[in-house]
């Protein structure tokens, strides 16, 4: 137990300022995936709502690439893609020299890819559940097309959207463990050099698997509260 | 359709024109843009179909494609074995099997399924002399079968979860008019409540499947060459890209039909609901 204790200390005996920093990293990835996440996946629910087919159709054909790859496999294209592509434009520009995408950057643009796909899906979802008459209101009030979806229907949306959101939102963090495997030193590749270097990898893995939990866990009644928070205006009805 | 008014006899206007509205040409632009990158793909794999990739590749790529198929098909059968009980506890309203079962559940589903593997996968040489001891040591060395035994434990607390939703969500009525008919329990939960739950549990089910189908990549982390894991190894042989392009078509060739085929089973058996 002694041991433990050490092994899990902040000192330079133990691990935890190391997997520390790693719970920092993952949350920061998840946090700053979402925003991209969240405004993709509105812009691609609203052409999947359109009535222009061909805007439907494009958007159907992101969520159907993005949905049907595996997220590991979308995070290795992106990581090696990105760095092929990069390389060979500066070549093209004239320079030569060895370029590395950032793990990190890497990680963001593939969960935004994955994330919106699913969070467009919990968008369309809540936009069916939106009457005609809400646009129509706005219309006949003299509102734009755009004010009528910013005033009258997202605040609306959000409401419906939120437990859908939520859920996704749990899975984008499960899936951040994902990035630790091209390098980013999150949660899981901290815990893993502590049970390499220990070797006691049980101990390392369940506590980032109790770490995972707990996050999720935090983010559970965050999102209750969230959701309590949307729906205030009815509460008083 | 009706196209003349039969009172009147007039025909019906014919429809405007459609507009080229900023939707349409954004809409045209965006097609055309993934017209061109489909094309492009298609051009790119069709000029390395012969390619020496391809060719020194290719048996390797098979063979992690029926590893990939092996890994999903059986972790599939154990956990929907394993959620049997599971579902049957978490519904259990003794609270000594509901809690546990529900802890369970919640600490697989709260879970990354690569953190679940590292613990099984590494975590088992924590208990290599107990492991010995009873004989399993030999199994717990084999990346396969931590593997196997990692996303079964994982599919079967969320095959548990569809199964528990799905047996709540068929109404209680149907329990009480097969009483009202003297039928027992036993018999009213299989042959009553259960075809019901089955198809309301359906398209969660497909959705499991696929999402192991994805998940199953994790495998390759821990050494095991399933699709993912040759990908990776051809990669780190060849530093050609087309290794995960490749990769990606068969993934999203297998995805896209396990989807249409189980939209083609969900039509079939739903086919008396629909009036």
């Given at each position: 137990m002694d041991k433990a204790l050490t092994l899990l200390s902040f000192g330079p005996e133990g691990w935890g300022d190391e997997i520390a920093w790693g719970v920092v990293v993952t949350v920061c990835l998840a946090i700053v995936t979402l925003p991209f996440g969240l405004f993709l996946g509105f812009l691609i629910a609203l052409a999947k709502k359109s009535s222009e087919p061909s805007l439907r159709l494009a958007a159907n054909i992101y969520t159907t690439l993005f949905r049907g790859l595996p997220e590991l496999l979308t995070l290795f294209l992106v990581y090696f893609g990105l760095q092929i592509a990069v390389q060979v434009l500066l070549k093209m520009a004239g320079f030569d020299f060895y370029f590395e995408v950032n793990s990190f950057i890497a990680g963001v643009i593939a969960l935004s890819f994955v994330f919106s796909s699913y969070t467009s899906e919990a968008f369309l979802s809540a936009f069916r559940g939106i009457p005609q008459g809400q646009y129509e209101g706005g219309y006949a009030l003299g509102l734009s097309k755009g004010k009528t979806l910013r005033l009258v229907v997202l605040p609306q949306l959000i409401r419906l959207a939120l437990p859908a959101l939520g859920n996704s939102w749990l899975v984008l963090l499960k899936d951040t463990s994902l990035v630790s495997v091209i390098g980013l030193s999150d949660v899981m590749r901290q815990s893993g050099i502590a049970a390499r270097v220990t070797k006691e990898p049980f101990m390392f893995f369940g506590i980032a698997c109790l770490i995972y939990l707990v996050l999720a866990m935090i983010s559970s009644t965050g999102l209750v509260r969230i959701e309590r928070w949307s729906k205030r205006g009815e509460a008083t009805r | 359709m009706i196209s003349a008014n039969p009172a009147t006899g007039l025909k019906r206007p014919p429809a405007p024109p459609r507009r080229w509205t900023k939707t349409r040409i954004f809409g045209h632009v965006l097609m055309a843009l993934w017209i061109v990158s489909g094309a492009w793909l298609l051009y790119y794999l069709a000029i390395n179909i012969a390619s020496p990739f391809v060719l020194k590749y290719w048996p390797e790529y098979l063979s992690g494609f029926f590893v990939t198929l092996q890994i999903v098909g059986l972790s599939l059968l154990i956990g929907a074995i394993l959620s049997l009980p599971i579902a049957a506890a978490r519904a259990s309203k003794w609270w000594l099997l509901s809690k546990p079962a529900y802890c369970y559940v919640y600490f697989f589903r709260g879970t990354p399924l690569l953190a679940q593997t590292f613990l099984v996968y590494y975590g088992a040489g924590t208990f290599q002399p107990q492991l010995e001891a009873i004989g399993l040591w030999g199994l717990f060395r084999e990346a396969w079968f931590c593997v196997i035994f990692a996303f079964s434990l994982n599919t079967s607390a969320y095959q548990a979860e569809i199964l528990r939703g799905a047996i709540q969500n068929v109404s209680r009525g149907q329990w009480e008019g097969a009483a009202a008919l003297g039928i027992n329990k036993k018999i009213t939960f299989f042959k009553i409540i259960l075809p019901q739950a089955l198809i309301v549990a359906l398209r969660p089910y497909g959705n499991e499947i696929i999402l192991?189908?994805?998940?199953?990549?994790?495998?390759?982390?821990?050494?095991?060459?399933?699709?993912?894991?040759?990908?990776?190894?051809?990669?780190?042989?060849?530093?050609?890209?087309?290794?995960?392009?490749?990769?990606?078509?068969?993934?999203?060739?297998?995805?896209?039909?396990?989807?249409?085929?189980?939209?083609?089973?969900?039509?079939?058996?739903?086919?008396h609901l629909i009036r």
């Open positions: - | 192991m189908l994805k998940g199953s990549a994790i495998a390759a982390i821990v050494t095991v060459f399933d699709l993912f894991g040759e990908t990776r190894r051809a990669y780190s042989r060849s530093y050609d890209f087309q290794a995960y392009i490749w990769a990606a078509v068969i993934y999203l060739f297998l995805v896209e039909m396990l989807r249409r085929l189980w939209d083609r089973i969900e039509i079939r058996l739903t086919r």
